[in-house]
């Protein structure tokens, strides 16, 4: 067993939590990270080094994924999902629970945990629905849903319809230490909208949702959440409003947080209108607002009022996608740009440093579910992703491991990316053409190869 | 300023995408196509051979008979295609109706369709000249070059033109198409309506926006009134259409306001008693039957310009 004993050699180690930033040595086995220092000594472990501009982090986690099995193979299954988690950086992803049929019971619970397992790749955390059906009616078997692994509820894709629903949720939650998150829209100002209300949508003949569809719903949760002491977790945050109830909510103590998605703080409205218009990959829901709300976005993401950045990674099929802008079903991958589109556009404009980004994509996401990782310790998970800081990338949703191709930024150059990527010790992801055979380990070919 | 003597598309979209000089093209290639309208042997053969396409995914009777009458008097070979409902219900999709269209090689196809946006989906993928009959809520192109050449007839400019647009804005595409053209051809906008119908970024387009009537009419030497759809009363738009009259009808009393020879314009069809009196409708200062009259020679125009444009651009 020893002979599979890593040792990460003077390598830049990044990971808030533990208060780290420089250069370590990282000694993994067994799955775990068995020690973190300096001049650790070399015994019988493959030694890997890194070129200067690689960083080792925490692994990374998305809260907000759709995997999309059990029902819509068609679109994402656990295997293709995770594997395209994995090529993103992320060791662990949470799952939501609009599946068919819908994880409102432990039986689905525990078949998304079958096939996670059987797929080998991130860690998948189901969240289960908080309503049955998500109809709003009736409380799911929270605790069942807990006990078969759930780490969270939500209706998402609908909002938690009712102020007594999610009363009720948070304070039934809270035994678990589950938090309540919520897609907030109001449904009755949402209508029919496909975008957000503005100068665009009224050019381009689309009907507009504003955001005060979704800040009234955030300012409900918050002051429910006040009431009862639950956690509600705000998911994909896109209104500037609804910051500002976050905000207020985090200022009086209560347990308040949220996420935002990489295209919400980078890309305005303005985008359904441009290359001909009526792109649907600029299609989601919540929908691309206005640049106030994106520069808002970026600032909550400075000060640390928003606590994590989520893909909401929702794998549509090319057919569904290729309707009417105003048929076409709401969403878009994520999973496979999120961290060169955080590398490039935040942290090398100077806009958030590394570290922050890493208690954005880990520490933040680790937190607000109560996940193991986040941090890397001795004893604890070997959780890791490595980032090229400086490797260009330039996206081809072609090659996406997700059965999804529908993304807004296909083509686009930009640069950072993931290295590699290792779950529990085991290296799930290797980018070739950025890590080099050079750097690949010792002469008996181990390391970070697979 | 330049002087088109060809269309810049192959397509024609919306207005977006037009310059004042083509414009100007079309309505003056339309002149010459409404004197084809006055002969006794209604016909040329400038489109002898071509084929057109009248792809109607939405009940229109006036438009699609312009357009059909349109391409007979140019002596193109049509074929209407009226899909009943919705291309899902059908089960096949818009685009693949399309591909479909496309390898019977029409030369042209007028598209109608109740998605904004649908005109320019089709012209991403289809080889033919793809003319927007009217998508949604966003345009109506050649409703509104009929309706900027029934004015020029009128008024003999655009320019300066002081035009009052009225009634259920935010879901028109007559008037987005109509804002964009009359804007870019100097003309003066007032946009007036209920204001849970008054679309946003109207200040962007360069267009008034009012919510009092009498404002807006105010010496104005156009008055286009919009049909309000009976449905509006289910989204909350609009308590009745009682009070809608009383508030936004237009009556032989309120035109006073505008200049004396004011002229009265509606694309069709009228809700009489709803947004007009038909003492307005039927009475002297109504182009509302030229506008119909018109309609037929600038689609001719329109057909025309895109067909030579389609032969230049074949590299």
Known sequence: MRSERLLLKAVHLVDPAASRNGEFDLLIGGGRVLKIGKDLPV?????????????????????????????????????????????????????????????????????????????ALARVYPIGAVSIGSRGEQLTEIGDLHAAGCVAISDDGRPVQTALLMRRALEYASMFKMPVIDHCEDPSLKTDGVMHEGATAAMLGLRGIPGAAESIMVERDVSIAELTGGHVHIAHMSARQSLRAVRAGKERGV??????????????????????????????????????????????????????????????????????FDRAPFGIVGLETAVSLCLDRLVHPGLISLNRLVELLSTGPARVLNLPGGTLVEGGPADITILALDAPVTVSAAAFHSKGKNTPFDGWTLKGAVAATIVGGRVVFVNEPVLGRASLGDSRGQGLSR | MSTATALRSRHLLGIDGLEPDEIDLILETASA?????????????TLRGRTIINLFFEPSTRTRMSFELAEKRLSADTLGMTVAGSSVSKGETLLDTARNL????????????????????LARICHASIINAGDGMHEHPTQALLDAFTMKERKGRLAGLKVAIVGDLVHSRVFRSNALLLTRMGAEVRACGPATLMPCGLDQLGVRATCQMNEAIDGADVVMMLRVQHERMQGLFLPSLREYFALFG??????????????????????????????????????????????????????????????????
């Open chain 1, 43 to 119: 015994e019988d472990a493959t030694v890997v080094e890194l070129p200067p501009s690689f960083v080792v982090v925490p692994g990374l986690i998305d809260i907000h994924v759709h995997l999309r099995e059990p029902g819509q193979e068609h679109k994402e299954t656990i295997a293709t999902g995770t594997a395209a988690a994995v090529a993103g950086g992320f060791t662990a992803v949470a799952c939501m629970p609009n599946t068919d049929p819908l994880n409102d019971q432990a039986s689905v619970t525990q078949f998304i945990v079958k096939k996670a397992a059987d797929a």
């Open chain 2, 102 to 121: 496309e390898a019977m090689s029409p030369d042209m196809i007028v598209v109608r369709h109740a998605s904004s946006g649908a005109a320019h989906q």
């Open chain 2, 250 to 315: 237009l009556t032989a009393e309120r035109l006073r306001h505008a200049a004396p020879d004011v002229i009265v314009m509606h694309p069709g069809p009228m809700n009489r008693g709803v947004e007009i009196d038909s003492e307005v409708a039927d009475g002297r200062w109504s182009v509302i039957l030229d506008q119909v009259a018109n309609g037929v020679a600038v689609r001719m125009a329109v057909l025309y310009l895109l067909a030579g444009e389609g032969e230049s651009s074949e590299k």
């Open chain 1, 255 to 324: 347990a308040v947080t949220t996420e935002v998605t990489p295209h919400h703080f980078l890309l305005t409205d303005t985008a359904v209108a441009e290359h001909g218009g009526y792109d649907t990959n600029f299609k989601m829901n919540p929908p691309l607002r206005e640049a106030a709300d994106r520069d808002a976005m970026i600032e909550g993401l400075r000060d640390g009022s928003i606590d994590a950045i989520a893909t909401d990674h929702a794998p549509h099929h090319l057919d569904e996608k290729s309707l009417e």
């Open chain 2, 33 to 45: 196509m409404k004197e084809v309208g006055a002969r006794p042997i209604k016909k040329v053969p």
